[in-house]
């Protein structure tokens, strides 16, 4: 209750202090997104209906459902989330729990809820300003589908999809997504999910398998009726991204390289930031989303914990990464607990709702506060500062306003000077409180302990912190004046006692 009381507290003294970090950008973009992923039946149990649970079954429904959504969404906001993605939710074939046997594009799955479960749940994530994202299959449907027979032309039986990596594809049929008639359908569909549940986005389930035809044609038509329409893109591929950021109606494409970069990296102690850098750079700076779990693949947790690595301190490191770099964080579900997995279907257990780390949890609403308050971890420049083995200082920029960023992954405490900064000034941080004050040289020099990060902003040098020191200096004279007091009496009653 007091961690909570005292992230309430620094919120609006951030505010306060720095009234023009903290002004609105005139027009809201999905730059300012913090993405919450929920896979919807490995979520939360609401308890909808008659359900065909097996929870021995790691490939049969678990009971997670949309009214299970609803009950969290105050949790997910207090972390920090402003939006969250559902793993698709349209009619499925038997056992597909993960959505991507679709059967019916027009049906919420009954083991997931009802269109008026839905609709509730896009409703009160509204009234808490948050908006619903929900993923949407284009490009094959169940082989048990209705439309397998009905539209036999519709229908790309050549197409193969590689099954031993992708083993939740083994029950589909690939759309012809370059077929007119294909995409005017697909357009029906995306339309009606719109209107019917109010919804805010879709993110299009492997995206680099379907045509460009389709992908222009489709998301052209959603943005022409609803401008601010957020269309994310997934890949199952790790080169399909560069064709996804050629389409200009594709708000934010996945980034495998940068996920498995961000992965391994922070998996270890000792590896160097600068080959996340690196990784992001040399694949051509995308702004895109920024993972690092997903429902398919080992989680972050499991893989660091057989390094031996701290629960605190990898995922502190791993967000402010994700959090202050060019990108939109997107966290899957049960990372703020941690939860562990080694791989498909390991990683889609129910999520553990009633446990966690009360100071992890913590760290994701102090850092998206950071991220949310300050317009240059949403919008700015960035820039490669300085390194020192095994960490990296680098800085965003935007109107005016610089923010450095720290991160060290090495085993020892280092230290960076930087220069370019101005006269009179200092770096305060705002995650450890670490402080940087200029030399005689004119440098400032950055120096964070081992495995730790740090976000500093640039303000007037006011020499002592009085407002840190003066509490203190309070309590050590009131001490004084206590030892003093409790001396004399006691030398009272010495005296009183030789009379």
Same mark, same amino acid.
């Given at each position: 209750?007091?961690?909570?009381?005292?992230?309430?507290?620094?919120?609006?003294?951030? #505010?306060?202090?720095?009234?023009?970090?903290?002004?609105?950008?005139?027009?809201?973009? =999905?730059?300012?997104?913090? =993405?919450?992923?929920?896979?919807?039946?490995?979520?939360?149990?609401?308890?909808?209906?008659?359900?065909? %649970?097996?929870?021995?079954? !790691?490939?049969?429904?678990?009971?997670?459902? #949309?009214?299970?959504?609803?009950?969290?969404?105050?949790?997910?906001?207090?972390?920090?989330?402003?939006?969250?993605?559902?793993?698709?939710?349209?009619?499925?074939?038997?056992?597909?729990?993960?959505?991507?046997?679709? /059967?019916?594009?027009?049906?919420?799955?009954?083991?997931?809820?009802?269109?008026?479960?839905?609709?509730?749940? %896009?409703?009160?994530?509204?009234?808490?300003?948050?908006?619903?994202?929900?993923?949407?299959?284009?490009?094959?449907?169940?082989?048990?589908?209705?439309?397998?027979?009905?539209? $036999? $032309?519709?229908?790309?039986?050549?197409?193969?999809?590689?099954?031993?990596?992708?083993?939740? #594809?083994?029950? %589909?049929?690939?759309?012809?997504?370059?077929?007119?008639?294909?995409?005017?359908?697909?357009?029906?569909?995306?339309?009606?999910?719109? /209107? +019917?549940?109010?919804?805010?986005?879709?993110?299009?389930?492997?995206?680099?398998?379907?045509?460009?035809?389709?992908?222009?044609?489709?998301?052209?038509?959603?943005?022409?009726?609803?401008?601010?329409?957020?269309?994310?893109?997934?890949?199952?591929?790790?080169?399909?991204?560069?064709?996804?950021?050629?389409?200009?109606?594709?708000? @934010?494409?996945?980034?495998?390289? @940068?996920?498995?970069?961000?992965?391994?990296?922070?998996?270890?102690? &000792?590896?160097?930031?600068?080959?996340?850098?690196?990784?992001?750079?040399?694949?051509?700076?995308?702004? &895109?989303?920024?993972? =690092?779990?997903?429902?398919?693949?080992?989680?972050?947790?499991?893989?660091?914990? +057989?390094?031996?690595?701290?629960?605190?301190?990898?995922?502190?490191?791993?967000?402010?990464?994700?959090?202050?770099?060019?990108?939109?964080?997107?966290?899957?579900?049960?990372?703020?607990?941690?939860?562990?997995?080694?791989?498909?279907?390991?990683?889609?257990?129910?999520?553990?709702?009633?446990?966690?780390?009360?100071?992890?949890?913590?760290?994701?609403?102090?850092?998206?506060?950071?991220?949310?308050?300050? !317009?240059?971890?949403?919008?700015?420049?960035?820039?490669?500062?300085?390194?020192?083995?095994?960490?990296? %200082?680098?800085?965003?920029?935007?109107?005016?306003?610089?923010?450095?960023?720290? *991160?060290?992954?090495? !085993?020892?405490?280092?230290?960076?000077? *930087?220069?370019?900064?101005?006269?009179?000034?200092?770096?305060?941080?705002?995650?450890?409180?670490?402080?940087?004050?200029?030399?005689?040289?004119?440098?400032?020099?950055?120096?964070?302990?081992?495995?730790?990060?740090?976000?500093?902003?640039?303000?007037?040098?006011?020499?002592?912190?009085?407002?840190?020191?003066?509490?203190?200096?309070?309590?050590? @004279? @009131?001490?004084?004046?206590?030892?003093?007091?409790?001396?004399?009496?006691?030398?009272?009653?010495?005296?009183?006692?030789?009379?």
């Amino acid at each position: 209750m007091k961690k909570i009381f005292y992230i309430l507290l620094v919120i609006p003294f951030f #505010l306060m202090i720095y009234p023009t970090s903290s002004l609105a950008v005139e027009k809201a973009s =999905i730059n300012e997104e913090i =993405i919450y992923n929920i896979f919807v039946d490995r979520f939360n149990n609401g308890k909808t209906g008659k359900k065909k %649970v097996e929870l021995n079954d !790691p490939y049969a429904y678990h009971g997670g459902d #949309l009214k299970g959504i609803t009950k969290k969404l105050d949790d997910i906001k207090q972390l920090g989330f402003t939006t969250i993605s559902l793993s698709p939710i349209m009619a499925n074939a038997a056992k597909g729990y993960h959505g991507y046997w679709i /059967e019916d594009y027009f049906r919420v799955e009954e083991e997931l809820g009802t269109m008026q479960d839905l609709q509730h749940l %896009v409703s009160e994530a509204h009234k808490r300003e948050m908006k619903v994202v929900v993923e949407f299959v284009p490009g094959f449907v169940a082989k048990t589908s209705p439309l397998v027979s009905e539209k $036999a $032309a519709w229908m790309d039986t050549s197409k193969q999809f590689d099954t031993k990596k992708n083993p939740w #594809l083994e029950n %589909v049929v690939a759309l012809d997504t370059g077929n007119p008639e294909v995409i005017s359908y697909l357009q029906e569909v995306a339309d009606f999910w719109v /209107e +019917e549940a109010n919804i805010d986005g879709y993110s299009l389930y492997a995206a680099d398998e379907t045509s460009p035809q389709f992908l222009n044609a489709f998301t052209s038509h959603l943005k022409e009726k609803h401008p601010q329409f957020m269309i994310l893109a997934s890949t199952i591929t790790n080169q399909g991204d560069e064709k996804l950021r050629e389409i200009e109606g594709i708000d @934010l494409v996945d980034n495998k390289v @940068l996920q498995q970069a961000l992965f391994s990296s922070f998996a270890e102690e &000792g590896k160097p930031v600068e080959e996340i850098i690196d990784s992001w750079e040399n694949n051509g700076k995308p702004y &895109g989303l920024i993972a =690092i779990d997903d429902p398919f693949s080992k989680r972050f947790t499991h893989e660091f914990s +057989e390094h031996r690595r701290n629960i605190l301190t990898a995922w502190k490191l791993a967000l402010t990464y994700m959090y202050t770099t060019p990108g939109v964080p997107i966290i899957y579900q049960g990372s703020e607990i941690p939860m562990y997995g080694s791989g498909y279907p390991e990683s889609q257990h129910l999520v553990e709702l009633n446990s966690g780390d009360s100071d992890l949890k913590e760290f994701y609403t102090r850092i998206s506060s950071l991220r949310t308050s300050f !317009p240059a971890l949403q919008y700015g420049d960035f820039e490669k500062v300085a390194q020192d083995k095994g960490m990296s %200082v680098y800085k965003r920029t935007y109107e005016g306003e610089t923010i450095y960023i720290a *991160i060290n992954n090495d !085993p020892e405490s280092r230290a960076v000077s *930087i220069k370019g900064i101005g006269n009179g000034l200092q770096l305060r941080g705002l995650l450890g409180d670490n402080l940087a004050r200029e030399d005689e040289q004119g440098e400032y020099k950055i120096g964070i302990p081992r495995e730790s990060s740090e976000v500093y902003i640039i303000e007037e040098n006011t020499g002592l912190n009085w407002v840190f020191i003066a509490p203190i200096l309070v309590v050590m @004279l @009131l001490f004084v004046t206590a030892i003093v007091y409790l001396g004399r009496k006691e030398k009272q009653r010495n005296h009183n006692s030789e009379k």
